[in-house]
Structures are given as C-alpha cells and as structure tokens.
Antibody
Framework: QVQLQESGPRLVQPSQTLSLTCAVS??????????WSWIRQPAGKGLEWIGR???????RYNPSLKSRVTISVDTSENQFSLKLSSVTAADTAVYYC?????????????WGQGTLVTVSS | DIVMTQSPDSLAVSLGERATINCKSS????????????LAWYQQKPGQPPKVIIY???TRESGVPDRFSGSGSGTDFTLTISSLQVEDVAVYFC?????????FGGGTKVEIK
C-alpha cells in the first residue's frame, strides 16, 4: 500500500525558510485522482492543514499561511515538497504529509510518520 | 473558515464503559446534493500520526472495531466508543472536509479511569 515519508532539516533558524519533502512509495504519485497535503501539529496541540498540491501542480493553501507557503510536486521523483518562509518559534511543530482525494475535499489517508521541526537560533 | 469545536477536552472512562465525544461545526457540513455529512474522525496515539476511523460522519473505516460509531448531521456530531478498551486510549479529532481550508477540532483525550 502507499506509504509516505517526510524528510528535511529538523532545526531551522528564525526568519529562514523551512523545507521538507514527502517521498511517496508503493504507488505512483500520478495514479488515481489524489491530492497531496501538508498538515502540522505543535506539541500537545491540534492539527492545522497547511495546503495541498495536485499532480498537475495546482495548489490550494490555508489563507492563514498563504503568504509564506509554497507546495510543489515532482512526479519524476514521486515526491512533493513544502517551503515555509520567514519562520518563527510559532512554526515549531510536527509536520505531516498526507493524501486525500475527491478534489481535495476528503479525509486524509494515509499519513506520513511526521517530522519534528524546531525553529530556534 | 469552518470552526470545529470538540468537547470535552478530556475524559476518563472505566474499562468496558461508554465514551462519548462531541464535535460541533460553525456551519452545516451536510451537502444537500448527496445528503452526506463531510466529517471524519481520527484516532491519534502517542508518537503516531492520526488514523482515520470514521468518515462521512458514520462510515467505519475497514478494520476499525464496531465498538466505534459516529452519528449526527448538519452541525452536531458524536463519536461513541461503546465499551472502552485499553487500546482505545488516545486523542480523538474530528475534521470537516466540506470546504477549504480543511479544519480540525481541538482534540479530546480519552483515558482509563
């Protein structure tokens, strides 16, 4: 079955850009009508959807983060990526990648294991 | 944005007893054209990602025990664990997928009394 795995720096300096990649295995990122999302969760808190990308490159972002977020897809590498600029301590969180479908309006399944990114000098 | 409000924040239930979690959306998430409620429930255990257990408000994901059930429509929803087991200790989240931005409830922590 499809598996997702996040990777990228675990420590980012304030004001810099957070960059993460989600590798998709077990199937082609192009197969099916799937959308690929990033979600984050600060320690001990709730979940925040960051945004999603379709394999065409079409994106939709959470307005709360839209000015700082870029999500892209690389179908040749079977992966998609997140860039979050001008980070502060408030961006410290576990970042998950996940899949959904149906125009992007569905539940998320599966999820990656998540990666903790800390913003600190 | 559709705001999802869960209650309670936490609850402690004896083994074998019923646990009930509520989720309220700030606007209806019932899509009239297909009569479906665009709501999912997730279970998250420590150190793990969330796992979907219910979607369309009441459809149980494959492999999820039938002690888990979802109900409700419009703006008010409930997740019920009919007979709490040790392995059900977790945080539970609701999520609406009616419109973007997709939003989650704040979570309910379920513990053993």
């Amino acid at each position: 079955q499809v598996q997702l795995q996040e990777s990228g720096p675990r420590l980012v300096q304030p004001s810099q850009t957070l960059s993460l990649t989600c590798a998709v295995s077990g199937d082609s990122i192009n197969s099916g009508n799937y959308y690929w999302s990033w979600i984050r969760q600060p320690a001990g808190k709730g979940l925040e959807w960051i945004g999603r990308v379709y394999t065409s490159g079409s994106t939709r972002y959470n307005p709360s983060l839209k000015s700082r977020v870029t999500i892209s897809v690389d179908t040749s590498e079977n992966q998609f990526s997140l860039k979050l600029s001008s980070v502060t301590a408030a961006d410290t969180a576990v970042y998950y990648c996940a899949r959904n479908f149906d125009g992007g309006t569905s539940w998320f399944d599966p999820w990656g294991q998540g990666t903790l990114v800390t913003v600190s000098s | 944005d559709i705001v999802m409000t869960q209650s309670p924040d936490s609850l402690a239930v004896s083994l074998g007893e019923r646990a009930t979690i509520n989720c309220k959306s700030s606007q209806s998430i019932l899509y009239s054209s297909n009569n479906k409620n665009y709501l999912a429930w997730y279970q998250q255990k420590p150190g793990q990602p969330p796992k979907v257990i219910i979607y369309w408000a009441s459809t149980r994901e494959s492999g999820v025990p039938d002690r888990f059930s979802g109900s409700g429509s419009g703006t008010d929803f409930t997740l019920t664990i009919s007979s709490l087991q040790v392995e059900d200790v977790a945080v539970y989240f609701c999520q609406q997928y009616y419109s973007t931005p997709l939003t989650f409830g704040g979570g309910t922590k379920v513990e053993i009394k």
